[in-house]
């Protein structure tokens, strides 16, 4: 048994505050109650609906929806042909489905170190790994910020490899002045309530590639011809042809009522994300106890999906985990985003990894921490975090 960590005694909040909240409005409601009653409520006319909108917002040329990104990110893996034998190169900060679906589809992760400032992939280090073996480049575009694209689509096109971008924290993240999801590559968003719009559970996949998308399309339903859900319609046919043994990955249509009405709201979502943030770069500027997130040195548009300042161990008496425990003691929710993928003992012990083959991967790892941040996020509630981030700071300098 280890000892509790040791947490002061201070004028608490006096309910939870959470790190995050899905933001759900009565149409959302309204449109989830329209499916129940409709009799239909698997994969049907709603989500046909948020797939061409979500596709229009993004700007994506095809689009397929999902049960989840991680569901999302199988199939696109999948549909780009990827298997045993061969190595793809994704980024150690992320959330570790980006990793074990390039396991499940039998494929090896190799792994590029990030900026400790931007805590983006750095371009250099995908470059550098590259091999015989390399099949595809799966950058993360972490909390919002994109990674810088160009160069990676240079290194693709150069080494003929697929791109597949993990944009589960991007929807509505721009890059030189374009969304992501509009670019020549295969991308996917989730919509995990933490995620900037929610379905309950959910992904989409948007590509540039026809083929890739049929594929998405077959794997994504039993191996069964696309519209296969059409098939009890008046117009469907009841019979069905099956090309190859695929998975059950559809979104219902309960979960895209939800986003149908959640797609509207997301620029108005990422704004008053990125006024709190603003907020807390500003209360946070002259502190010592914390690193704070810098922006990507090309032109960008931020979605703000996390606050992830970088606890400043060497400064404090106390680590990331009790300053976390801290946070918790006073009523204030933190998140953990991420805990550096090679760290886990199954990449670990399958790989040999050690914790300083990735050094900036591993220094963020260790200090990294998300506070609360969504559109719902009241002045007053993110005042008490900002004067808990202060009291701790201040009771355990060094
Ligand atoms: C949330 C997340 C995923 C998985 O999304 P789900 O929709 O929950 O499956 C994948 N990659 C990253 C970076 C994520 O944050």
Redesign the pocket.
Known sequence: MTEPAPVSRHAERTSFLPFSRPTIGDAEIAEVIDCLRSGWITTGPKVERFTSDFAAYVGGRHASAVS????G?HLALMAHGIGPGDEVITSPM??V??LNVIELAGAVPVLADIDRRTLQIRVDDVARRIGPRTRAIVP?HFVGQPVDLDPVLDLARTHGLAVIE?A??AAGTEYKGKRIGSFPTTSVF???P??NITTG???MVVTHDEAVMSRVALLKFHGMSRDAWKRFDRAGSPRYDVALPGYKYNMLDMQAALGIHQLPRLDAFIDARRRLAERYQAAFRDLDALILPEPVPYPARHAWHLYTPLVNVDALTIDRDAFMAELKARNIGVGL?YTAAHEFSYYRDRYGWCPDDYPDAHFVSDRILSLPLYPALRDADQDDVIAAVHDIAQRSAR
């Open positions: 989840s990104a991680t569901a990110l992320t959330f489905a980006t993360v993990d589960a924290h989730s919509f995990h933490n995620k559970e959910g992904g985003h």
